[in-house]
């Protein structure tokens, strides 16, 4: 086990008490930051930035030299994947991440490689330069996208308003969604247990877009597969007692069904009071979040009065994570987010000391 110096996150996975609420944010390593941006052009490039082990832990410190935050996450993307199966990842500043040659039918899929790990070891790589960066200061989060995610950017090329191509296909072409989801499946538990072995003390799984499907196909093409991926991390000796969070954003409805997923925390994002999601999950279960990522841009009471909404809603209890809804905006000064942090640490006290 690591000896690492804070183990509130830790601590709250386990079901241990703690002192005060632990806070991490989504994105944390990223465009907000003048020090991300300094080390994103001497990359040349996001996707060097990702594939350059020793600036890709760079950045992932970065945030926790700033801030009192509780965890790091490493600086990775969701999309290592499909592009180390062989969907080429291309990224441009104002258009984001996108895939020239997107997937149409099964022949698309079979194609692709589900051997990928050793075209993915510069994630491992920038791991283990970040875990002798951090020094055992505070744990590491490894992470991956979830199979229905990662579809989505694969069969649509890119983020689209609608979504058509692949809700469509849900429907009128299943088989071809299956044998995607079953290659990444695969292939996001591989990646996953290579990022434990490496160093990451807590992994993540990325819904991005679960939100999108009725629920009969939340639970066939989203949570299904999450819950295949945890069970294979389970049965691996490398992950079998790694803590997992899984974030589906939009998964409000769900949020019985996912408790029943064998993650240990599930990521709330805004749209849902933690009141009320503590009491559909029960006690078993730990809680992230859920501050809108838009209450960065108010003032100093604002946030605060934000933030203790939130800790208050949650009230007494040592199983909640602070972190936001979803990734910190760009745009967002990096003082608000210190004010947020130190808010989260000196008011949540009240509720862990009893």
């Not at 082990?53 to 994947?81: C, G, K, M, N, Y």
């Not at 909640?320 to 210190?338: K, R, S, T, W, Y």
Request: aromatic share 8%; glycine share 6%; hydrophobic share 40%.
């Amino acid at each position: 086990m690591d000896s690492i110096k804070n183990r509130r996150i830790l601590d709250v996975l386990a079901g241990n008490p703690v002192d005060k609420t632990p806070v991490w944010i989504m994105r944390q390593a990223g465009r907000y930051l003048p020090e991300y941006k300094k080390t994103r052009a001497e990359a040349g490039s996001f996707l060097d930035l990702c594939k350059t082990p020793e600036l890709a832990s760079e950045v992932t410190v970065q945030p926790i030299r700033r801030f009192d935050l509780d965890a790091a996450i490493i600086f990775s993307d969701i999309l290592t994947i499909p592009d180390a199966m062989g969907l080429e990842l291309k990224f441009e500043d104002n258009r984001g991440p996108y895939f020239d040659t997107p997937l149409n039918n099964l022949d698309d899929v079979s194609s692709l490689t589900d051997e990928n790990n050793s075209s993915l070891e510069y994630v491992a790589d920038a791991i283990i330069h970040t875990k002798e960066k951090l020094n055992n200061e505070v744990p590491l989060i490894g992470f991956s996208g979830s199979p229905w995610t990662l579809s989505t950017y694969m069969i649509e090329g890119a983020a689209t308003k609608e979504f058509r191509k692949i809700r469509s296909i849900v429907f009128n072409d299943a088989d071809m969604l299956n044998m995607l989801t079953k290659k990444l499946v695969k292939s996001i538990s591989e990646y996953l247990i290579m990022q434990a072995k490496a160093g990451a003390n807590i992994l993540m799984i990325f819904d991005s877009w679960g939100g999108l499907l009725n629920s009969n196909n939340y639970i066939d093409f989203s949570l299904n597969p999450m819950k295949e991926i945890i069970s294979n991390l389970r049965k691996d000796k490398i992950t079998k007692n790694t803590p997992i969070v899984l974030f589906t954003k939009g998964g409000g409805n769900w949020l019985n069904e996912i408790s029943k997923s064998g993650c240990n925390a599930i990521g709330l994002d805004w749209t849902i009071d933690i009141a009320s999601a503590r009491k559909i999950v029960g006690e078993n279960i730990c809680l992230q979040g859920n501050l809108d990522p838009c209450a960065l841009h108010g003032s100093k009471e604002s946030i605060q009065n934000a933030a203790s909404k939130i800790i208050d809603s949650y009230g007494f209890g040592h199983k909640h994570i602070f972190n936001l809804g979803h990734g910190i905006d760009q745009f967002v000064n990096p003082d608000n987010l210190n004010v947020l942090i130190k808010h989260v640490k000196d008011y949540s006290v009240k509720y862990h000391n009893h």
